[in-house]
Every structure is written in structure tokens, then in C-alpha cells.
């Protein structure tokens, strides 16, 4: 897992200076190689226009009616952009729990979305309409030395792990953590002047390599459960986010149940909240 965020975050940070070096609002003319009536207009990061030639780079699409940037915090009316962004990490808490207590420390999530499109609702491009698809990896910490396993019925239960003498094994920092893919669709309101704004909408999420985890001797880690658990693998979220400038404080909670209950009496209802910084 270390090594597959520290992918993750060599992506970010090459797609981000490649993001960033791209990013610009610009009506230019080069005097040396274009007639006095050529000029070439740049949109962000994604579109750009020579007379009646057009260039697409690769991190983003754009539209912009009368090929003019527009005037709400660097966005222009209907966009569609790909790259890493709306980098985030957060608590990751589970409330109304049955069976087992959740330890806050080290319960987190962390992850990015790498497309993302917003579509204006009115001329002012104040109100209108933001999806994304991103991926996140999420860990809960558990309390009483408990773990995620199933008991000879085959039904997940969260309990100390013991060896055949019924005396607990040589482990520690017990966790539940997985991977998910997550699709919000949010209505967004944007202030252009105090580069303010607020989203509120849902989200789709879909969870795999569910895994029950331990320390074993204070350093290996080692799977305690890894296929078969009794969790949802789709779920939906309502999601919230105020905005200032780059940075926006989201939270988010669960709609539908966590795990399933043909196979565990556990319940829980993951939430969690956040900051979120926009890296285009």
C-alpha cells in the first residue's frame, strides 16, 4: 500500500506542474510568425484557437460561447477537464455503530479526482452543475484489539483475534481499509467577487479490495480477511463543500447501509470530513 500511494502521489505531482504550467487566461499574437490578423486564443488548460484552426491539448476539453474567458474564478461556462484534482484527506469516521467501536486515531481517507466537469446553469455563471470521477483509499481504526474475521458460521464479526489456546496472537494497529471509485453529481453556487462558493449533491461509490488488516510482531503487515467480506461494494453518499479560493471544506455521509446484513449483525454508517484543494 505504501508504495501504491507513493505512485499516486508522483502522478499528482507530475500531472499538477504539467496542470499548473498550462494554466492561463490569454488572447495572445506572435508578431514574428502570424499575419496581423492571426491571433491565437488560449482557454485554461484544455482548448485553443488560431483564425479557424483549433487545438485541443491533452490534460482538458473547454467550451466557451464567443470565445471568451469567462469571468467566475477562472472557469469558463461549460468545462470538461482531465488531470489530477480536487485533492483530498480527511477523517474517516463510522457513526451509529453495532458490534464494534471505531478508534479515531488514524481513521482517514485520502484521495483525488482526475475528471471533472461543470456546466452553468445562468449567463453569470453563478449556479450550475459539477460532476467528477475520482478514487480514494479509506482506513478504519478499531478499538479492544478487534479485528474484522468470520466465526465458523461464516458471518463477519469484529472481535480480539485469538490463536487455538484462545490467548490473543502477537498483533497490533488493527484496520479495516479499501479502495473506492467515486462519482458526485453536485449543484454548485459560485460568488466571483469573494471567490466563494458552496456543492451540495450525491454520490456514487463503489468499494473493492476490502481488507481486514494487522501489524504482526509490530512491523509486517498481514491480511486477516481479504476476500469475501460483508460489506457493501455500492453505496451512495450525500456530499457538501464550501469553497474559498482553491481550498474547500467537504464533508460527506452515507445514504445506504455499510454492511450486509444477510452475513454479520455489524452496522455502521461511514462519514466523513475534510479539506479538498483544487489543483488545476
Keep these: 500500500m505504501k508504495k501504491s500511494l507513493i505512485l499516486t502521489l508522483a502522478m499528482v505531482a507530475t500531472l499538477t506542474t504539467v496542470n499548473a504550467q498550462e494554466h492561463r487566461h490569454t488572447?495572445?499574437?506572435?508578431?514574428?510568425?502570424?499575419?496581423?490578423?492571426?491571433?491565437?486564443?488560449?482557454?485554461?488548460?484544455?482548448?485553443?484557437?488560431?483564425?479557424?484552426?483549433?487545438?485541443?491539448?491533452?490534460?482538458?476539453?473547454?467550451?466557451?460561447?464567443?470565445?471568451?474567458?469567462?469571468?467566475?474564478?477562472?472557469?469558463?461556462?461549460?468545462?470538461?477537464?482531465?488531470?489530477a484534482m480536487d485533492l483530498f484527506l480527511g477523517y474517516a469516521g463510522i457513526g451509529k455503530t453495532e458490534g464494534f467501536t471505531q478508534s479515531p486515531d488514524g481513521s482517514l481517507e485520502f484521495g483525488f479526482?482526475?475528471?471533472?466537469?461543470?456546466?452553468?446553469?445562468?449567463k453569470r455563471n453563478t449556479w450550475g452543475i459539477e460532476n467528477a470521477f475520482g478514487v480514494s483509499w479509506t482506513r478504519y481504526r478499531t478499538e479492544d484489539n478487534a479485528v474484522f474475521l468470520h466465526d465458523a458460521d461464516n458471518n463477519l464479526i469484529c472481535t480480539p483475534w485469538?490463536?487455538?489456546?484462545?490467548?490473543?496472537?502477537?498483533?497490533?494497529?488493527?484496520?479495516?481499509?479499501?479502495?473506492?471509485?467515486r462519482a458526485p453529481l453536485m449543484l454548485t453556487h459560485k460568488n466571483p467577487k469573494l471567490k466563494t462558493g458552496f456543492s451540495i449533491g450525491a454520490e456514487a461509490e463503489m468499494r473493492h479490495h476490502i481488507r481486514s488488516r494487522v501489524k504482526m510482531n509490530g512491523e509486517k503487515r498481514y491480511d486477516v480477511l481479504r476476500h469475501g467480506m460483508s460489506v457493501n461494494h455500492w453505496g451512495c453518499n450525500a456530499i457538501v463543500k464550501l469553497t474559498y479560493h482553491d481550498v474547500s471544506l467537504y464533508g460527506r455521509y452515507s445514504l445506504t447501509p455499510f454492511f450486509d446484513s444477510?452475513?454479520?449483525?455489524?452496522?455502521?454508517?461511514?462519514f466523513s470530513i475534510g479539506l479538498s484543494l483544487d489543483l488545476d
Design 262 to 270: 444477510s452475513h454479520t449483525k455489524l452496522q455502521g454508517t461511514p
Design 113 to 122: 479526482n482526475f475528471v471533472r466537469g461543470h456546466w452553468s446553469l445562468n
Design 27 to 83: 488572447h495572445q499574437t506572435d508578431s514574428d510568425q502570424q499575419t496581423a490578423t492571426d491571433s491565437t486564443i488560449v482557454y485554461n488548460n484544455m482548448l485553443s484557437r488560431t483564425n479557424n484552426t483549433w487545438s485541443i491539448n491533452f490534460l482538458s476539453i473547454m467550451s466557451e460561447p464567443e470565445n471568451k474567458p469567462s469571468k467566475c474564478t477562472g472557469h469558463s461556462k461549460n468545462t470538461m477537464e482531465v488531470g
Design 162 to 181: 485469538l490463536d487455538e489456546n484462545d490467548q490473543k496472537k502477537n498483533y497490533s494497529h488493527e484496520r479495516m481499509t479499501y479502495v473506492s471509485w
